[in-house]
């Protein structure tokens, strides 16, 4: 049964791509293994409570294999239909080109390569944080894992190391990575520009690592099991074939583009599936869906349980917050000193303003690019998170300010409002990170600090002139760039009681308060 679902998976993707006159087959008949593996054998999910909080949670990293996702989403029994399947890659349908969150089963919103890993880092980091923060009976009210399908492409982006880097200093150990391993990318065999050996690299960021020659779903599933054992980070080489059984497989010919007419039947043929485009075996998705409830039903039960003890003894309003990410937040009880006559520079403000808030908003949490001394965006009640404390809410990004804002984006998708600070010189590096915050709305705070060239005595590498325009270039995402203390207050209040991101840019340069009672 097993080989029958991934043969109907494989049969409805290529379709969706026969009917859109594009995508990526390569992808589809290639690591169709993989994912059904995870989904049937590994990760603990509701497709009838999409947003139970304990869910794992799925990252498809190489975010052009969306076909191969949907397929499996519609026979795994998520809220999508053949209608949605034949809709791929068309306007305001369900299964767009890349994963969008408005498919029901989707995490998370990838495309841009590398994005998705240095996300799913931030989502294992906020489910650690999770897992200390709230017990019951000595046990971790959240303890789900994190699974991540990747290519050759997102490990060649810069930012994949930057994030696995951190992901090993942590020791994520509820981090899945699986490499899907074909040695080919869209223009041609990987040896032209990625030869390096792969596993050493994560080896030496800290990661448990292993390979699968022969990706059966057998082997698949053996080296999880064995992953699961030890207390790292994972990455799992999985050896494939792109476009296995196409006309072209083992190319960059079936990597994106859709396959003629003769190429699909004979897959079809070959994999023992109906010619009738979008016909599927019923029974292969009744068991499918079996294998996935007969697993995880009784956990998605005891955690029901588990979560309606807990409220019951504890004030869940942390919970609340944390699940609905709902701030609401009002300054009314807390003393700023607004009319305090002070010449200070914006970041030192707002490092007080911030550090007055954050023990009214349980799920405030943040760093910066190893810039805290020069941003003053740090708590100072708290340490510093390491592996072996999460109960923090400091994180130490290091110089690595594209993974640090793609991070915070998968912090703000388990409902955290995360902040990340940089100098605005450097808001550049944060851009695809901004974009992705802004298409997915979620509430991140990039802080940029030493605003306007009167910082010239660093030179022009370090002046910002454009990033300005930049920033408010974007949109769904605001800009700040308050003047006085009152202003960053008034910043702070908007940017908390909204839920798109938003840039809060800052002078190093001292300022002084501005009276506006006669004005």
Known sequence: MNEKIINNIKGLGIDMIQTAGSGHPGIVLGAAP???TIYAKHMNINPNDVNWPNRDRFVLSAGHGSALLYATLFMAGYNIDIKDLKAFRHAYSKTPGHPELITPGVEIQTGPLGQGIASAVGMAIASKKLSVKFYLNKKPLINNNVYVLCGDGDLMEGISYEACSLAGTLN???LFILYDSNSISLDGKTDMSFTEDVLKRFKACGFYTALVKNPTVENIDKAIKRAKKVKKPKFIEIRTIIGKDSFNE????VH???LDNEDVKQIKQKLKLSIEAFSYNKEAKEAFTKQINDRSIIKYNEWLKNYQDYT????????HILFSNDV?????NIDFNVKEIKKESGRAINSEVMNLIEEYIPSFIGGSADLASSTKVTLKKYDYMHKNNFNTKNIAFGVREHAMGSI??????YNFRPFVSTFLVFADYLKPAMRMSALMNLPVTYIFTHDSIDIGSDGPTHQPIEQLAMLRSIPNFKVYRPADKKEIIAAWQDILNQKNPSALVLSRNEIDYIDTTDI
């Open 408 to 413: 915070a984006n998968g912090l703000a998708l």
């Open 312 to 319: 019951s003894l504890n004030n869940s309003n942390d919970l």
């Open 172 to 174: 994520l150990d509820n």
């Open 328 to 332: 609401a937040f009002s300054y009314s």
């Open 34 to 36: 993989i994912i059904y």
């Open 250 to 253: 083992n190319t960059n010919i």
């Open 256 to 258: 994106g583009s859709a």
